[in-house]
C-alpha cells in the first residue's frame, strides 16, 4: 500500500527566506504526487502535481516541487517566503482513486 | 459557481445520536469524496463516490454510510455517533473519476464535529 511521509512536523521561516519541505513517499509503481495547501479554517487547495516527464513542476503562488525517483522524494520549495504563506501544507500520492496524505507540515513565517 | 458547500459548519451530537453531513458540488464533477482531519495524522479517506449509484470505501470507513443519487449531491451519515467520531470532515470532488485526473480534488470548507 501506498503511503507518505513529511518528516517535518512544523517549519518557521522568517519572511523573504527559502522555504522547503520534505516529503517521502513508498509506492511500488510510478507515484502519482501532489502538495495540497491549507490556510487556517479552511479546506485544501492543490499546489502542484506530478504525474509523469520533467522532474521538476512548477504550482501556483510561486511553489516548485522536484520529483527524485532514487530518494523516493517529492520536496516543495520556494524561494521567498511571504506572510500569506503561512498554512499547513499536505503532500500525497494518489492509487487506486484513493488520496493518502501525509501528516502534514505547518509554516510560521516571521516577520 | 459556489463549489463545494458543506452544512452545517460546526454540530455538536451526543453519543449514540445519528446525523447527516451534507455535501453539494455545482461543478458536475463526476468524482467526490469524504475525508475526516485529525491532528496529527492528515486527511484519511472515508468514502468515494466515481459517479452517481456507485459508491466504495476508503481507509477509515466504519460508522459511516454514503449514498450518491445524484452528480451534485455526496451526503455522509454516522449511523450512531461516538467520541472517536469528533473531526473536521471534509468532502471533495473532482472532474473527472479517471485516473489520475480524480486526483485533482477541490475542497469543501469542512464541518466541524464534536460528539461529546
Redesign the interface.
Known amino acids: 500500500a501506498q503511503s507518505?511521509t513529511q518528516p517535518d512536523?512544523h517549519i518557521t521561516v522568517s519572511e523573504g527566506a527559502s522555504l522547503e519541505l520534505r516529503c517521502n513517499y513508498s509506492y511500488g509503481a510510478t507515484p502519482?504526487l501532489?502538495w495540497?495547501v491549507q490556510s487556517p479554517?479552511?479546506?485544501?487547495?492543490?499546489l502542484l502535481?506530478y504525474?509523469s516527464g520533467d522532474t521538476l513542476v512548477q504550482g501556483i503562488k510561486g511553489f516548485e516541487a522536484e520529483f527524485k525517483r532514487s530518494q523516493s522524494s517529492f520536496n516543495l520549495r520556494k524561494p521567498s517566503v511571504h506572510w500569506s504563506d503561512a498554512a499547513e501544507y499536505?503532500c500525497?500520492v494518489?492509487s487506486d482513486?484513493?488520496?493518502?496524505?501525509?501528516?502534514?507540515t505547518t509554516v510560521t513565517v516571521r516577520a | 459557481n459556489a463549489g463545494v458547500t458543506q452544512t452545517p459548519k460546526f454540530q455538536v451530537l451526543k453519543t449514540g445520536q445519528s446525523m447527516t453531513l451534507q455535501c453539494a458540488q455545482d461543478m458536475n464533477h463526476e468524482y467526490m469524496s469524504w475525508y475526516r482531519q485529525d491532528p496529527g495524522m492528515g486527511l484519511r479517506l472515508i468514502h468515494y463516490s466515481v459517479g452517481a449509484g456507485i459508491t466504495d470505501q476508503g481507509e477509515v470507513p466504519n460508522g459511516y454510510n454514503v449514498s450518491r443519487s445524484t452528480t451534485e449531491d455526496f451526503p455522509l451519515r454516522l449511523l450512531s455517533a461516538a467520541p472517536s467520531q469528533t473531526s473536521v470532515y471534509f468532502c471533495a470532488s473532482s472532474l473527472t473519476s479517471g485516473v489520475p485526473s480524480s486526483y485533482e480534488q477541490y475542497f469543501g470548507p469542512g464541518t466541524r464535529l464534536t460528539v461529546t
Not at chain 1, 479554517?41 to 492543490?46: D, F, K, P, R
Open positions: 507518505v512536523i502519482y501532489f495540497y479554517g479552511q479546506g485544501l487547495q492543490l502535481k504525474f499536505f500525497a494518489g482513486y484513493k488520496l493518502s496524505f501525509g501528516a502534514g
